[in-house]
């Protein structure tokens, strides 16, 4: 039997205007009683019937996502928590890839009121996205957006945090010719990551063995590995700019027969699903999808409801996952 709004209400002991009011994104509900509501309906798998609420709304009862690829476990994560909070609050979520608006100058989700809203997932020319979503009066938010002066309706990563807490960790293993490995300088996150690193290694008066610049590939770390033991010089530690780095560095180490941390000690970035499945299991700092994902749909929803009036940053933490490439068994 299909599960009705009816049901909900049973099940979670408020009223059926208290679970309309959920479904629909109010900002009157207090959060005691909103959470109750959407347990209740992931607890019976209620799906809110989009046609008839369109009809009554007016609205498409979809939110679309922008991302610029999906071979990205980070980005794979976020999706997957946006599309679940999302059909919580009965809509549909509708993906498109695409590297910027300039490469399909009028963007299909964009176009004639096909979305109720939109998420822009590290997006590219922002800017231009952003100029059109306010043309159309489309109601959006960015997700590691690469301009600061777009952070208002923004989720970020505090990267600098991120970078100066990977920093530290080796620093406080006794590690003084520590080198960094960039990812992509188009990145805001790139330059956040190595700002926070450089920060640590100042405080103690140190330089970096190198900082090497280049992508987010697992032939950069190897290249570059291969490049220092050609060379007969190795650093102690290297900070990577994600995990692929990292496994490219800790793959050309080990060929060399060089251990990894009891020689070099790695620490990457993302908490990619091969962090920790490589061996040694990586140290990496991880950025939580799951806040990230719930943040950007309360966000816009806020957005879409009208509660949110003034554009505002949420700027989460990184967490240091401490694994077997910096601290041996």
Known sequence: MKVSIFDVAKKSGLSVVTVSRVINGAGSVREKNRQKVLDAIKELDYRPNAAARSLASGKTGIIGLIVTTLQDSFFDAVVKELNEVLALHGYFLAISISTGIASDENHYLIQEDRVDGLILLSPMEEDNYIVELKRRGIPYV??????????????????????????????DLGHTSIAHLCGNEMFRSTKERRAGFLKALKEQGLEPFEIVHGDFEITKGYDTAKRWLSGGKLPTAVFTGDDNIALGVINALMEAGVRVPQEVAVVGYDDHYIA???????????????????????????????TMKRGANVRIDPELIVRESTLSK
């Not at 590691?144 to 620093?171: C, F, M, W």
């Not at 806040?291 to 966000?299: E, N, Y």
Request: no cysteine.
């Open 276 to 306: 920790s499945q490589l061996r040694p299991h990586l140290t990496t700092l991880r950025q939580p999808a799951d806040k990230i994902g719930i943040a950007a749909a309360d966000m816009l929803l806020k957005r879409m409801n009208g």
């Open 142 to 171: 960015l997700i590691d957006n690469q301009q600061p002066e777009n952070d208002s309706y923004s989720i970020t990563i505090d990267n600098v945090k991120g970078g100066y807490a990977a920093a530290r960790h080796l620093l």
